[in-house]
């Protein structure tokens, strides 16, 4: 185990449900990552926090919202969203956003929206 | 664009063999790091090589970084069959708000 967990595992929406993904880190860092990875592309950041403080969102559309209520917690809101959204959500953290920092990667959470 | 981009897509070998996989990327880097992925879960961080640094090992992995050709070689040697999972190169750029850059990674089967 990573030390980030993230729940729900898997989850299975339509386009007009809105459901929450959770990430929890305990490894006391200060900088969490949204990751959407889909078959046959790379891996593409979302959303980057750091110290609780919105440093990146990398075009996402407003369909998803992330949430850092503080340094340990880290959702990701969605609502209304498309077929071609279906992917693995990964949460991950570093101990900040420098330059010499790996990131530790929860387990994923597989989004399937029919 | 993409920054890091792995070769081969695929690469399958028998237990006990090394297994090399390439990365190439596009601009300057801070650093490069390899990272692993079993079957449908996160990335499990390897081994982080400066701008700075041309080899590091560790364990059974070597890691090369060559900035004038920009590329990084991951070698793993005596596989086993455990080792096989997707393997992906990540580039590291920018300042204060430093982030990483994904390839879409090697698939690596290790037969046993």
């Known amino acids: 185990e990573t030390g980030v967990t993230q729940t729900p595992r898997h989850l299975v929406m339509g386009m007009t449900n809105k459901k929450s993904l959770k990430c929890e880190q305990h490894?006391?860092?200060?900088?969490m990552y949204w990751y959407k990875q889909s078959a046959k592309k790379p891996l593409e950041l979302m959303f980057v926090?750091?110290?609780?403080?919105?440093?990146e969102n990398n075009s996402v559309p407003s369909r998803f919202s992330p949430e850092c209520p503080n340094s340990s917690h880290l959702f990701l809101h969605l609502h209304t969203l498309q077929p071609e959204d279906s992917a693995l959500y990964l949460c991950?953290?570093?101990?900040?956003?420098?330059?010499?920092?790996?990131?530790?990667f929860g387990p994923g959470t597989r989004l399937t929206v029919l | 664009s993409q920054q890091g981009e792995e070769d081969p897509q695929a690469l399958s070998i028998q237990e006990g063999e090394n297994a090399t996989m390439n990365c190439s990327y596009k601009?300057?880097?801070?650093?490069l790091q390899w990272y692993r992925q079993n079957s449908g879960r996160g990335l499990v961080h390897l081994i982080l090589?400066?701008?700075?640094?041309r080899e590091k090992h560790s364990g059974r992995l070597r890691v090369t970084l060559d900035t004038s050709k920009k590329s990084s070689s991951l070698l793993i040697t005596a596989s086993r069959a455990a080792d096989t999972a997707s393997y992906f190169c990540?580039?590291?750029?920018?300042?204060?708000?430093?982030?990483?850059?994904f390839g879409k990674g090697t698939l690596l089967t290790v037969n046993p």
């Open positions: 991950a953290s570093s101990q900040d956003q420098g330059r010499l920092m790996t990131q530790y």
């Open positions: 490894l006391g860092h200060n900088a």
């Open positions: 926090y750091n110290f609780k403080e919105q440093t």
């Open positions: 601009t300057s880097i801070n650093n």
């Open positions: 090589i400066r701008s700075n640094e």
């Open positions: 990540a580039t590291g750029s920018g300042g204060s708000n430093y982030k990483l850059t």
